[in-house]
Each structure stands twice: as C-alpha cells, then as structure tokens.
C-alpha cells in the first residue's frame, strides 16, 4: 500500500508565537489555521515538535493543522520534526505563509517553487532540503513602496484593512478544501 495514501495532511500556518503577534501581517498563516480550526470544530493546542497542533477530518481527509511555535525564521525545525513521523509525508503538506509581493487581499497556490525572500519558507526549504511542497501565499502588499519590512510585517493590520483580510481568509479556506478535495492542479485552476 502506498504510505501517502495512510498519511495525514499536515496544513501549517506559519507566523509568530505570543499574543504581542497575533493580528500583525506575518501571522496570516495562523489567522487560517485558527480559521480552519473554528470551521471544523477543533482546537489547535496538542504539543508536539516545538508547535501546536489540532486535528480535524476536512473534505474526507485526516488533517492536522499546524502552528509552529519557534518563530518564523526556525518553522523549518518543526516541520522538519513533524515530517519524521510515519503518519506524514512531504507530498502531504500545505505551508500557509504571508506574501509581500502579492496585493493584499489576494492569494496563490502553488505545488512547489522558491522562499521568494520569505525567511519561514527559507528555514522550511533549508531543513527539508527541498523547495517541493504546496504553498498557500496571501497578499500583504503595502500601499505605498517600504523603506523597512521589517517594522510592516510585524505591524496590526488596520481596522479599515480588516474586512479584506476576513475575506482573504474565507477565500483561502476554500481553496485549501479545493486541493483536498480536487488536487493543487485543478485548486491552482480555480484560485489563481
């Protein structure tokens, strides 16, 4: 039998552990995975592998939703742990991640392909030795041209940005059940 077929989906949001982070713009992968949470009716708060976990059954799938809790620059450390296990496969896993490059409000999906100067994604492609793995990247493109992203992707997002985000986050929950259901090429099809 082919063990990708006994694995879990292991969807992670990355962003940044602690209450002093929790609505800035790098955390949008944890925005979606408390939003999946919510939908499926699970908490995220088993410990395993530096990170907070939940399981819930999406689209007939077993899934297990994934924050990890080392801070955006060392997500690949975790994921890296969580891989080891025989119940998860690379080819089964979806990385939530913030994307300067794309218009706020918008999203991508993708099967595999570079960091695109995102630290998280360059720690998870380092310690995995890999750069295939699906990808979910969700527009936090500023207004105007940044002197400092730093400062940007650690800031709230505003109350008057707030509803697109909420939007932004329903359209990304669908198309994770899109790849769930359907696959990434047909999901990437339909979002992109």
């Not at 925005?31 to 939940?54: H, N, P």
């Not at 750069?131 to 997002?157: A, M, S, Y």
Request: charged letters at 30%; proline letters at 3%.
């Amino acid at each position: 039998m082919n063990r990708s077929s006994e694995t879990n989906w292991l969807i992670v949001g990355l962003g940044n552990p602690g209450a002093r982070y929790e609505k800035t713009r790098h955390n949008l992968g944890f925005m979606l995975v408390d939003w999946l949470a919510r939908e499926f009716q699970t908490q995220v708060k088993r410990e395993e592998c530096r990170s907070l976990i939940g399981r819930a059954e999406i689209e007939n799938q077993k899934v297990e939703l994934v924050k990890p809790q080392t801070f955006m620059n060392l997500s690949g450390e975790a994921i890296g742990c969580l891989l080891k296990k025989e119940t998860r496969s690379r080819e089964k896993l979806i990385v939530i991640s913030d994307d300067l490059a794309l218009p706020l409000g918008t999203l991508r999906l993708r099967a595999k392909g570079s960091a695109g100067g995102h630290n998280g994604l360059k720690s998870i492609i380092g310690c995995l030795r890999t750069e295939e793995f699906i990808r979910l990247r969700i527009g936090i493109q500023p207004e105007h041209p940044l002197r400092d992203t730093k400062d940007f992707v650690l800031e709230n997002f505003s109350k008057m940005h707030f509803e697109t985000v909420e939007k932004v986050l329903e359209q990304s929950a669908e198309a994770i059940r899109a790849v769930l259901s359907d696959g990434i090429e047909k999901a990437m099809a339909q979002f992109n």
